[in-house]
């Protein structure tokens, strides 16, 4: 029977990580996988979270079974965070997610449970997971037009031109901000235009949140998807707080479905339905750590803090990596580093030139040309500037 398996082509961004492993060169800079990393190259557990599983660990009682959709203070805590004070609480349901790629798997499984027929729409280009389990999931799906190449900006007529095709019923995915791969978004005001065309056509829109924090405030980078919950009937969005809470591995996200107050019960059985036919209960251990840190006052606002000084200190990073192409190109077209938002950034180089620096500089990046701001520091920054200039981009 096993003979009958095919190899499975491995995850590129992570098969760049082992690559980077094995590079026995001193100086090397890694920009793949999206993880936040300080300027000393490590990623720290927050001190919030810190705290809180101190808290967990001394308060715990009891290791039995929790809730199957996960924990309903979980949820209103995340609702809160994304939604806002004072969210419809009576029309939305939520789920406990492995990570937010279980929260985007379920979004996906609930969309084809509500309507077999439905069409997924994804930005040109998208996350590459995204695209990998919709095939997984022999869903069909289609692309949208969305980043320009020239200017490095969401090409935004471009992308209302393709939505106009959605259908009602059909899945328009969204990055809720600090898009991926690129680092370029939509502004409030394109937020709203797209919120009228959906409105339009009743295709629903899910929105994929990962990074609420690290673009421009955990506040605004929340507005999009506030904008859009409050102006459509159906939303479905898929939170992760891996980056945010900084618990990659503790596999934290959630899945929240605003619906109608008489569609919410039934939608709630469906989410809980999709946990158990999937892997029954989903981790607790992440859920308390988060609650903790979101309902406390104290832990909260440390752990905004300490957000603050992540998000701040990646946009000095764009800044000086802006200014020194400037000086290197003698020109303005990098300007664009300094205007995206969030971890990555979509430079432009060739396969080739991004191979370039990782054989003749030991610069590691996405082989889109994605780059993890975060994996600079101020002294890698020059380095990645010449390496730039010297491979033509
Ligand atoms: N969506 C996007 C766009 C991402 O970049 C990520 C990766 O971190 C995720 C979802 C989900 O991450 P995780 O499953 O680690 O929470
Ligand atoms: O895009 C990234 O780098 C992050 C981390 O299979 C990641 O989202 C990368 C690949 C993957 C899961 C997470």
């Given amino acids: 029977m096993l003979n009958n398996l095919k190899p499975q082509a491995p995850d590129k961004i992570l098969a760049l990580m082992e690559e980077y492993r094995a590079d026995e060169r001193d100086q090397k800079v890694d920009l793949g996988v999206g993880v936040y990393k300080n300027a000393e190259g490590e990623t720290p557990i927050m001190r919030a979270i810190h705290k809180a599983e101190k808290q967990v660990w001394d308060n715990e009682t009891t290791k039995k079974y929790a809730g199957l959709a996960g924990q309903p203070e979980f949820h209103a805590a995340m609702a809160e965070m994304v939604l806002g004070k004072g969210y419809p609480a009576d029309r939305l349901a939520c789920l406990s997610t492995v990570g937010g790629t279980g929260a985007c798997r379920m979004g996906f499984e609930l969309a084809r449970m509500a309507n077999p027929g439905t069409k997924i729409w994804v930005s040109d280009p998208t996350w590459p997971n995204h695209l990998s389990i919709l095939k997984f999931m022999d869903q069909d799906f289609t692309t949208y037009r969305y980043f320009d190449a020239e200017t490095r900006s969401v090409d935004f007529d471009a992308m209302m031109e393709d939505l106009k095709g959605a259908k009602e019923g059909d899945i328009v995915l969204l990055h809720g901000c600090c898009h991926n791969p690129t680092g370029a978004n939509l502004t409030l005001e394109q937020w709203g235009k797209v919120a009228d065309l959906l409105a339009e056509t009743g295709a629903v829109p899910m929105i994929d949140l990962a990074y609420q924090g690290f673009g421009d405030g955990l506040e605004a980078d929340a507005a999009g998807t506030r904008l859009i919950a409050e102006r459509l009937p159906e939303v479905l969005i898929a939170a992760s707080c891996s980056k945010n809470f900084g618990i990659y591995r503790e596999r934290t996200g959630c899945l929240m479905v605003l619906g109608s107050e008489e569609t919410k019960k039934t939608v709630q059985g469906n989410l809980a339905y999709l946990n158990r036919q999937t892997y029954s209960f989903p981790p607790y251990h992440g859920q ?50 300094a205007e995206h938002r969030g971890m990555f950034s979509r430079l432009g180089a060739t396969p080739e030139q991004v191979a370039a620096m990782k054989e003749g500089n030991a610069i590691y990046m996405v082989g889109d040309s994605r780059i993890n701001i975060a994996g600079l520091n101020k002294n890698s920054v020059p380095l990645l500037a010449r390496a730039l200039i010297d491979a033509g981009v």
């Fill in 288 to 337: 308390a750590l988060v609650t903790r840190v979101l309902t406390d006052p104290e832990l909260r606002a440390d752990w905004e803090a300490e957000l603050e000084e992540v998000r701040t200190g990646m946009l000095e990073l764009r800044q000086q990596l802006a200014d020194e192409l400037r000086k290197l190109s003698n020109s303005d077209r990098f300007d664009f580093v």
